[in-house]
C-alpha cells in the first residue's frame, strides 16, 4: 500500500524502549483529545482519549498526558513493540463536531 | 460487529470530472464525518452529516457536497476534478445521540488519483 507521512518527523526507538510522542494543539478550547495510528494503507485506528478536565488518562500499555497550560499533548507508549510502528496523529474537537488533526508523527521501531 | 466500511477502494478520474464515494457507518452510529488526507498530512475536515443533514463544514468549496440516507450511510460527492484533489478520503462514523461525547471511528479510506 501507499505510504502514511513521507516527509512526517521521525522517531526512532528500540525494540523493548518506552516511546513518547509530542504534539501540539491549537485552540485553547478545545475539550476533547484523540490519538490515532495510522499504520500504510489504512485508516486511523483510535488509541485512546482524553477530556479536558483531565491530565492523564491510562490504557493498555499507552498514556495520554495533557497540558492546558502550553496546549501539549503527549502519548507514551509502554514497551514498544515491532507492531506499533505507524504514524500517531492527535486530534482536538473545536467547536462541537469538528476535529483538528496534528500534522503526524511516524514511530519507527528498531529491532 | 462491522467496523466503518467504504467503496471503492481506489479510484482513477480524469480533471473536470465528478466521482462519488461511499461510506457504511459502524453498526449503532448515527453520524458520519468526511476528511481528506493528502500525502504526509493529517486529516482535514470536509464535512458532518447527521440525521440527514449537514450540520458542520470545513475550509472545502461548494465542489465538496454530500448525503446522508435513512440508514445512516453517505456519499460524498466531488465536481470539476482538480488535481489537487488527489487524496485519501476518509469516513469516520460516530454516535451523537444523547452523548457529549462522540468518539470518531475511521473506514480504510477510497484513495483518489486525478490525473
Known amino acids: 500500500g501507499e505510504s502514511v507521512g513521507l516527509h512526517l518527523p521521525t522517531l526512532s526507538v528500540q525494540e523493548g524502549d518506552n516511546s513518547i510522542i509530542n504534539c501540539a494543539y491549537s485552540n485553547s478550547a478545545s475539550d476533547y483529545f484523540i490519538w490515532y495510528k495510522q499504520e500504510s494503507g489504512k485508516g486511523p485506528q483510535f488509541i485512546i482519549d482524553i477530556r479536558s478536565n483531565m491530565d492523564k488518562r491510562q490504557g493498555q500499555r499507552v498514556t495520554v498526558l495533557l497540558n492546558k497550560t502550553v496546549k501539549h499533548l503527549s502519548l507514551q507508549i509502554a514497551a514498544t513493540q515491532p507492531g506499533d510502528s505507524a504514524v500517531y496523529f492527535c486530534a482536538e474537537r473545536v467547536g462541537t463536531y469538528k476535529y483538528i488533526f496534528g500534522t503526524g508523527t511516524r514511530l519507527k521501531v528498531l529491532a | 460487529d462491522a467496523g466503518v466500511t467504504q467503496s471503492p477502494t481506489h479510484l482513477i478520474k480524469t480533471r473536470g470530472q465528478q466521482v462519488t464515494l461511499r461510506c457504511s457507518p459502524k453498526?449503532?452510529?448515527?453520524?458520519v464525518s468526511w476528511y481528506q488526507q493528502a500525502l504526509g498530512q493529517g486529516p482535514q475536515f470536509i464535512f458532518q452529516?447527521?440525521?440527514?443533514?449537514?450540520?458542520q463544514r470545513g475550509n472545502f468549496p461548494d465542489r465538496f457536497s454530500g448525503h446522508q440516507f435513512p440508514n445512516y450511510s453517505s456519499e460524498l460527492n466531488v465536481n470539476a476534478l482538480l488535481l489537487g484533489d488527489s487524496a485519501l478520503y476518509l469516513c469516520?462514523?460516530?454516535?451523537?445521540?444523547?452523548?457529549?461525547?462522540?468518539?470518531?471511528?475511521f473506514g480504510p479510506g477510497t484513495r483518489l488519483t486525478v490525473l
Open positions: 469516520a462514523s460516530s454516535l451523537s445521540s444523547g452523548r457529549a461525547i462522540d468518539t470518531q471511528y
Open positions: 452529516y447527521y440525521e440527514e443533514e449537514e450540520r
Open positions: 453498526s449503532g452510529h448515527d453520524t
